[in-house]
């Protein structure tokens, strides 16, 4: 399962104001839980669950739910964390688990609804793949700077192979798969700009 913490300590808060945005979020477009079921492709039970802070999301299905209200997932992470600050010490960066599909997210830049950028540290364990079917956002620009180890990065049906130094800029319209090549982890940078 998901799990989220700021700096040392897991806030268990941040899981009852993810589940309350995400109502918000259906609310807001006036969807039903059987709209966004048929929409997203996860099933109303797990939704309703969700809502209510009975589950912890995993990140499988956050990217689903981010693609479908169109909003990166550390953006969507961002609206949950309290009150901004142009300045966000590295032990108050929210770090979002995934320990099932073996993903680290760190949200490095401070949250800001009216800015088009952000940066995010993204660590998976050696053999860890994850796919995404969509991008959040249609034609979302990604730069990811390999920081250690290796990473496959398949977009929109081209495969890329990274090292520890190498930068991969790309534009995301479609499906995209994140591969650690191991045998460590594989850690990198990814700046994402909002097109």
Same mark, same amino acid.
């Given at each position: 399962m998901g799990q989220t913490e700021s700096g040392a300590g897991h806030d268990l808060d941040l899981d009852l104001r993810l589940a309350a945005r995400l109502a918000e979020l259906r609310t807001q477009r006036a969807w039903s839980l059987e709209d966004l079921a048929r929409r997203s492709g996860v099933s109303r039970s797990t939704l309703s669950r969700l809502e209510r802070a009975e589950i912890s999301p995993t990140t499988a299905l956050l990217s689903k739910l981010c693609a479908t209200y169109e909003l990166t997932?550390?953006? !969507?992470? /961002?609206? =949950?964390?309290?009150?901004?600050?142009?300045? &966000?010490?590295?032990?108050?960066?929210? =770090? #979002?688990?995934?320990?099932? /599909?073996?993903?680290?997210?760190?949200? &490095?830049s401070p949250p800001s609804a009216g800015l088009r950028g952000e940066v995010v540290e993204v660590t998976l364990r050696a053999g860890a793949d994850i796919a995404y079917e969509g991008s959040p956002v249609p034609g979302l620009e990604h730069h990811a700077w390999i920081l250690a180890g290796a990473v496959e990065v398949t977009v929109d049906g081209s495969v890329h192979e990274a090292r520890a130094g190498d930068c991969l800029r790309f534009r995301l #319209?479609?499906?995209?798969? #994140?591969?650690?090549?191991?045998?460590?982890?594989?850690?990198? /940078? !990814?700046?994402? &700009? !909002?097109?």
């Open positions: 997932m550390s953006r !969507l992470l /961002a609206e =949950v964390e309290p009150a901004p600050s142009p300045l &966000v010490p590295a032990d108050r960066q929210p =770090v #979002w688990h995934d320990d099932d /599909a073996g993903i680290t997210r760190r949200s &490095v #319209w479609g499906s995209s798969r #994140w591969r650690s090549l191991g045998p460590d982890p594989a850690r990198y /940078a !990814l700046a994402l &700009v !909002l097109p």
